[in-house]
């Protein structure tokens, strides 16, 4: 008699399974713990110390370097976000017509191209723009991010509204509602789950970018992630596994954060 095939037993996927995540998370853990030597070496273990935390925080350049990183990702994040979020509607509130799909590809274009080509195109072009305005701030950096977030924050939020029923919508403009005000009170209240993960993506990947910062930025105008690319060529500390710490447990709180209101707003449906 043959055994009847189950589609939830697959030998093997649970061993293979655990391995992905040893060769995930393992170096991260190993980088967590030797943050906490005392020790100068990241290799040998020297004993349990917080001077490398202390460090961190008394380096000028890395708090200066850390607000910068925030502050960028964080203007970036919230432009890309309401640009994506607009294109989203555009492109799916519709109905088919030809054209459409280039316009989802021109959108999601700089995922699909090698971000050293998108990081050559900007420096080809903000260069040019700096000689003819005589402008070098933050601005440039800041733009760079956002083109390049866009795609981040529109695939979520594209999804988010693919998923929902137009009923309500439908509903409302029945009941003479203008089209700002079925969006402000039916179509935004249910996208606003969406809206969130965009944000919170554009977000992190703003504040991990190094290609494009670093062909981008002007003199002084070093984020966390270049200063660390920086120091790594020179000398590797436990500082360094500090830092990462630190940003580490911040990511693992905006998406507890997000986790919790995206709960919150499920609940509320």
Known sequence: MHKRFDIRVQPGFAA????CFAILYVPIFTLVVYAFNSGTSIARW?????????????????????????EIAAVAAVIATAAATL???????????????????????????????????????FS???????????????????????????????????????????????????PFKAFRYV??????????AGLMLAFVISLDDVVITEFVKSGGQDTLPTYMLGQ???????EMNAISTVFLLLSLAVVTIFFFLSRSNEKTE
């Open 128 to 178: 040019r723009v700096k000689v003819w305005s005589g402008y070098s701030g933050l601005g440039y950096l800041i733009m760079a991010h956002t083109a390049f977030c866009i795609p981040f924050a529109y695939l979520p939020i594209r999804a988010r509204l693919e998923s929902m029923d137009l009923a309500l919508e439908r509903a409302a403009a029945d009941l003479y509602a203008t």
């Open 87 to 125: 294109a989203a509607i555009a492109t799916t509130r519709t109905e088919p017509y030809r054209g459409l799909t280039f316009k989802y590809s021109f959108i999601n274009m700089p995922l699909m191209v090698p971000e050293i080509v998108t990081a050559v195109a900007l420096l080809i072009f």
């Open 16 to 19: 293979i399974a655990m391995l």
């Open 187 to 196: 179509t935004l209240p249910l996208l606003w789950p969406g809206i969130l």
């Open 232 to 238: 790594l060529r020179r000398a590797i500390t436990p």
């Open 46 to 70: 020297e004993g349990f110390s917080m001077r490398w935390f202390a460090a961190a925080w008394n380096n000028s350049q890395v708090i200066e370097s850390s607000i910068r990183s925030v």
